[in-house]
């Protein structure tokens, strides 16, 4: 109960502090500019009553597993959990997939260390937002079936790209709102970006094309009958 306690006051401490204040300013915008251009794009409007669910699934999800993790470097890990943004992204869409790994990140981080690294919730929300933009393609559905060569493609571009713009939010941010050494988070940033591109390379993209070949498989299956 303490540990769970002390989870609770970590994240609300860390949520009112400059750097969480400056992390929701950016979530915000960001969820804004996501739901513009949905609307351009005629590919949905806001968040549905599952999107919502999938958010706090996904995020709990994340979160808990996170706590499996193997240390490669200074406050760096390596965590499996990160194939669950690329896989909740592509499904749900680009809100849903930033929501579960900034949500996820920061609970992670307030349960298990007292306080939150919002500069890396931003860097895990990255990689969902992207894997997510996929879906602004009306011609992929992964619940659908609707996958092709080009897509696999993407999904490996559109990753490479979020760890880079994730790794800038992350170094920025514990630069310049929190005052780590440059050094050091590069060092960190790098080793991150390296092992979360090789999870999501080897388990979160494989993961996805299954499930939607699964469904059109299944979906071949019905028409058949």
Known sequence: ????????????????????????????????????????S???RGLSTRNVVAVG?????????????????PNT?????IALLIIFGAIFGPTVGFLVGFIGNALNDAFSYGQVWWSWALLSA?????????????DFDVLAGKINKIHFAKLYAFAIVSLIVGCIFAFCGDVFLYGESAAKVLIQALIAALTDF???????????????????KNNNLELDE
């Open 1 to 40: 109960m303490s540990q769970f306690i002390k989870g609770i006051t970590g994240f609300f401490k860390s949520l009112v502090a400059p750097q969480g204040i400056v992390a929701i300013i950016i979530v915000l915008l960001i969820i804004v500019a996501v739901a513009i251009t949905k609307k351009k």
């Open 42 to 44: 005629n590919t949905g």
């Open 57 to 73: 699934i996904g995020a709990a999800l994340y979160g808990v597993l996170s706590i499996i993790s193997i240390p490669i470097g």
């Open 77 to 81: 890990s390596f965590r499996l959990a």
């Open 126 to 138: 990255t990689i969902g937002l992207f894997a997510g933009f996929l879906t602004l393609d009306k």
């Open 198 to 216: 090789a999870v999501i390379a080897v388990i979160g993209i494989p993961v996805t094309i299954a499930i939607a070949k699964l469904r059109q």
